[in-house]
């Protein structure tokens, strides 16, 4: 069950509407990086999470109701960067220089049509569920995997992705009251990277790997579990580092550099099936 207060979760003002950051702030609500993304991520985690504790889905119903919060945020920047926006090639040509600059020369009715068709023709100067190209969010980056451990790596991602675009986003604009809003989100990905990694913490940390700890380590090859496969064609050993010797991560095995060469044999498949639709040739 939810509950809905009118109230914004921080405050949204705009000093100088400008349509083309409303497109940009489009990637922020319905991008792979985006608040639609990261809230149905944590909603699926939380209802399938399992666990001696309701505690995990408990924190992940919370920071996905928050983000709900962030959506209606970002829905009501971009109106409000839209409330003066032109509605026509006239209008527009007024503000071909500046728009120009920031979509990189395109020609106005491409930017018309890119930036501000969706906006007031299919929403009357209002957000919609897509990223700053007008692609709708489909869930196809939705991480649920069932493991929490897993499940909380993926968050990491998310939010640090998240975090990218909101930076850019404060970069790109000088409006103030942008900037503000803009610095709440960046302040709460912040936090939200923080938390996912302390219930990998409270989950074991690095003795969680490798996920799912629940398959014994004894029975996976044990010739190759801890080498770096190195696949230059010339045979050039990588660069040293971390990942190529001393101790995983894990404590338990050995960094090593492993010469990537075939394993096995060139796979030879019988013939075509009779029903297969293929050439007679084929079937031979």
């Given at each position: 069950?939810?509950?809905?207060?009118?109230?914004?979760?921080?405050?949204?003002?705009?000093?100088?509407?400008?349509?083309?950051?409303?497109?940009?702030?489009?990637?922020?609500?319905?991008?792979?990086?985006?608040?639609?993304?990261?809230?149905?991520?944590?909603?699926?985690?939380?209802?399938?999470?399992?666990?001696?504790?309701?505690?995990?889905?408990?924190?992940?119903?919370?920071?996905?109701?928050?983000?709900?919060?962030?959506?209606?945020?970002?829905?009501?920047?971009?109106?409000?960067?839209?409330?003066?926006?032109?509605?026509?090639?006239?209008?527009?040509?007024?503000?071909d220089a500046v728009v120009g600059a920031v979509m990189g020369g395109e020609n106005p009715r491409h930017v018309i049509e890119g930036m501000l068709q969706r906006h007031i023709l299919s929403t009357g100067m209002?957000?919609?569920?897509?990223?700053?190209?007008?692609?709708?969010?489909?869930?196809?980056?939705?991480?649920?995997?069932?493991?929490?451990?897993?499940?909380?790596?993926?968050?990491?991602?998310?939010?640090?992705?998240?975090?990218?675009?909101?930076?850019?986003?404060?970069?790109?604009?000088?409006?103030?009251?942008?900037?503000?809003?803009?610095?709440?989100?960046?302040?709460?990905?912040?936090?939200?990277?923080?938390?996912?990694?302390?219930?990998?913490?409270?989950?074991?940390?690095?003795?969680?790997?490798?996920?799912?700890?629940?398959?014994?380590?004894?029975?996976?090859?044990?010739?190759?579990?801890?080498?770096?496969?190195?696949?230059?064609?010339?045979?050039?050993?990588?660069?040293?580092?971390?990942?190529?010797?001393?101790?995983?991560?894990?404590?338990?095995?050995?960094?090593?550099?492993?010469?990537?060469?075939?394993?096995?044999?060139?796979?030879?498949?019988?013939?075509?099936?009779?029903?297969?639709?293929?050439?007679?040739?084929?079937?031979?």
């Amino acid at each position: 069950m939810f509950y809905h207060d009118k109230r914004l979760q921080y405050p949204v003002k705009v000093d100088a509407p400008d349509p083309a950051f409303a497109r940009m702030l489009q990637q922020a609500i319905g991008g792979v990086e985006g608040e639609i993304r990261v809230a149905m991520q944590y909603f699926f985690q939380a209802w399938g999470a399992r666990g001696p504790t309701n505690k995990y889905r408990d924190m992940l119903l919370h920071t996905a109701t928050e983000e709900m919060g962030h959506i209606e945020m970002l829905a009501t920047a971009v109106a409000l960067n839209l409330e003066k926006a032109p509605t026509s090639a006239q209008e527009q040509g007024a503000a071909d220089a500046v728009v120009g600059a920031v979509m990189g020369g395109e020609n106005p009715r491409h930017v018309i049509e890119g930036m501000l068709q969706r906006h007031i023709l299919s929403t009357g100067m209002a957000a919609y569920p897509a990223n700053a190209d007008g692609v709708p969010f489909d869930m196809s980056h939705i991480y649920a995997s069932g493991n929490l451990a897993a499940d909380m790596y993926c968050n990491v991602a998310a939010e640090s992705t998240g975090r990218v675009l909101a930076v850019r986003l404060y970069n790109a604009t000088q409006d103030p009251g942008m900037k503000k809003m803009l610095h709440f989100m960046i302040a709460r990905d912040t936090m939200h990277q923080q938390q996912w990694l302390a219930v990998v913490e409270e989950l074991g940390g690095a003795a969680a790997f490798p996920i799912p700890n629940s398959f014994p380590q004894s029975e996976e090859d044990q010739e190759h579990n801890y080498d770096f496969f190195a696949t230059a064609v010339d045979g050039t050993p990588p660069q040293d580092g971390r990942w190529t010797h001393g101790p995983s991560i894990d404590g338990r095995g050995e960094f090593s550099v492993f010469q990537n060469t075939p394993l096995g044999e060139e796979p030879v498949l019988g013939p075509a099936r009779p029903d297969s639709a293929a050439q007679t040739e084929q079937m031979g």
